[in-house]
C-alpha cells in the first residue's frame, strides 16, 4: 500500500514540477522577445534615424504583451467553458464504480465553470480597456 502512496506522490511532483517548468520558460521567452525589441529600438535610436510611428506603436505593443490579450482571455474561458461538463460527466461515469466519486468532480465541474466565466469576463473588459488605453498612450499631442 506504501507503493502506491509514493507512486502518486511523485507522479503529483512530475506533474507539478512539468507545470513549473512550463511556466519559467514562457517567462524566459517572454523576457528574451522583449529586450529584443528594446535593443531593435535603441538601435534605431542610436543610429540617428527618424522613428516610424508604426513601428513604434508595433514595438512598445508587443513588449507589453497586450497585443491580443482579450482574444487570449477569451480562448483560454471557452476553453474552460468546454471543460466543465467534462468533468461533471466524467464523475457520473466514475459515480458507477465508487458513489463518492459524484460529489467532488461535480465541484471540480462547478469552479471550472466560474473560472471560465471570469476568464470570458475579463476578456470583455480587456477588450474595452484595450481601445482606451491604445488610443490615451500611443496618440500623444504633436507640438
Known sequence: MGSIGLGAGLSALAFWGFLAVVVAAYYWDSARKRESRHETLRRIVES??????????????????????????????????????????????????????????????????????????????ARGDGRDAHTATFNPPRG
Open 48 to 125: 540617428g534615424r527618424d522613428i516610424d510611428r508604426d513601428l513604434m506603436d508595433k514595438l512598445l505593443t508587443a513588449s507589453r504583451g497586450t497585443d491580443h490579450l482579450d482574444r487570449d482571455l477569451k480562448v483560454a474561458g471557452l476553453i474552460c467553458l468546454s471543460v466543465a461538463p467534462g468533468l461533471a460527466l466524467l464523475g457520473w461515469m466514475l459515480s458507477f464504480l465508487s458513489a463518492k466519486t459524484l460529489m467532488p468532480l461535480l465541484g471540480v465541474a462547478a469552479l471550472m465553470l466560474c473560472i471560465a466565466i471570469g476568464l470570458l469576463v475579463a476578456a470583455r473588459a
